[in-house]
């Protein structure tokens, strides 16, 4: 197999290269991989965000830990465009824990509402978006 060297035009055996070497890879979207390690992926879908502050923005952590000593309101990414992903929240502090807009389902079904967790340390709850909604799937 043979590809284009990207320094010229000459063709250079792959076995010759190192396939982890990508910097000379052109194209691509934000949004795509084009080669990660196992390593590399768990550490991107397993990231774990602290929060610290009164408000935050959830972009690429599935774990969020909240430790802020007031109410705490999160952005949750739009659920239509993560349908599957889980989120996991922790409370360590005894304040509340709000989404920003009423797209999260309750735990015992209703209509989308706000509230994720009461204000009560230790309190957690799985979320999970079925492309409309994070819905609450288990908590304490």
């Known amino acids: 197999m043979h590809i284009i060297n990207f320094s010229g035009s000459n063709i250079t ?39 610290t502050t009164a408000t935050a923005t959830v972009t690429t952590a599935t774990t969020i830990v909240v430790n802020y000593a ?17 989120l996991n929240i922790k409370t360590i502090t005894a304040n509340t824990v709000a989404s920003a807009t009423a797209n999260v389902s309750p735990l015992a079904g209703g209509a989308d509402a706000t509230p994720i967790l009461a204000a009560t340390a230790g309190k957690w709850a799985t979320l999970t978006s079925d492309g409309t909604s994070w819905v609450i799937m288990a908590a304490n």
């Open 13 to 51: 055996d792959i076995a010759l290269r190192d396939h982890n070497n990508l910097q000379g890879l052109q194209g691509g979207g934000a949004a795509e991989r084009y080669h990660l390690t196992l390593q590399q992926e768990e550490q991107v879908i397993n990231a774990t965000q602290s929060v």
């Open 70 to 86: 007031g109410a705490c309101t999160l952005t949750l990414p739009a659920a239509a465009s993560y349908t599957g992903r889980t």
